[in-house]
């Protein structure tokens, strides 16, 4: 069984502080990586692609580690705004299925 | 432009009654996914569409549930009889191939709020 496994959190930060997700894959032929983000009673939302080499987006960084297979997000200087829960999606390399993981909460008080 | 349009946005039904969500993909997108969410279990993807075939209903809980997809604009999925654990959030979502030949983007619908009695 394929999985993909996420901290559900909550992780609750203040504002401005930084912030640090995990998530780990099973599937070693994965081949594409994202992170979605979900607000409380909606659908979740495309956040950012995940590259091999890294990518940044403002204060958000994303990061592949294949050969420990986790990616992870990190997001500086947080917003009260960036409430949500953060999923992390999977793209297997074969059937081009995707996998969620549950996702993690993240909480950012005032 | 229109993104992927669900309805109804709410449902609440007795058990036993059939129950079914309808979906209009984003325009030209070639796969479409129906998935549903509860608080235990997460996303899970019941069935996807490439083209309008169905690809993979592995999914799918049970008998009670099918899906169809009769054209390119609008697909269904049905739940015969439902029953309480069947209440969840559904949501569909469509995604285009991309030029590397994997998928791009999936693009969520708003989702139908399932509630059975």
């Known amino acids: 069984r394929k999985e993909v496994e996420q901290d559900p959190g909550p992780f609750n930060v203040p504002e401005g502080a930084t912030v640090a997700f995990n998530c780990t894959y099973s599937n070693s032929a994965s081949q594409s990586f994202f992170w979605y983000r979900q607000d409380c009673r909606k659908e979740p939302k495309l956040l950012m692609s995940?590259?091999?080499s890294g990518n940044e987006d403002g204060r958000f960084t994303a990061q592949l580690n294949r050969a420990s297979q986790y990616i992870s997000l990190l997001i500086r200087d947080s917003k009260l705004s960036d409430s949500a829960t953060y999923l992390c999606?999977?793209?297997?390399?074969?059937?081009?299925?995707?996998?969620f993981g549950k996702g993690t909460k993240l909480s950012v008080i005032p | 432009d229109a993104g992927v349009i669900q309805s109804p946005r709410h449902e609440v039904t007795e058990m036993g009654q059939e129950v079914t969500l309808r979906c209009k993909p984003i325009?030209?997108?070639?796969?479409l996914f129906w998935y549903r969410q509860t608080m235990m279990r997460g996303l899970e993807l019941l069935i996807y569409f490439n083209n309008n075939v169905p690809i993979d209903d592995s999914g799918m809980p049970e008998d009670r549930f099918s899906a169809k997809m009769p054209n390119a604009s609008f697909s269904t999925l049905k739940i015969q009889p439902s029953e309480p654990r069947d209440s969840a959030v559904y949501f569909c979502?469509?995604?285009?191939?991309?030029?590397?030949?994997?998928?791009?983007?999936?693009?969520f619908g708003p989702g139908t709020r399932l509630l059975v009695l």
């Open positions: 995940v590259y091999s």
């Open positions: 999606v999977v793209i297997d390399g074969g059937s081009y299925q995707l996998t």
């Open positions: 979502a469509s995604s285009l191939t991309g030029t590397s030949g994997y998928q791009e983007t999936q693009y």
């Open positions: 325009s030209g997108h070639d796969y």
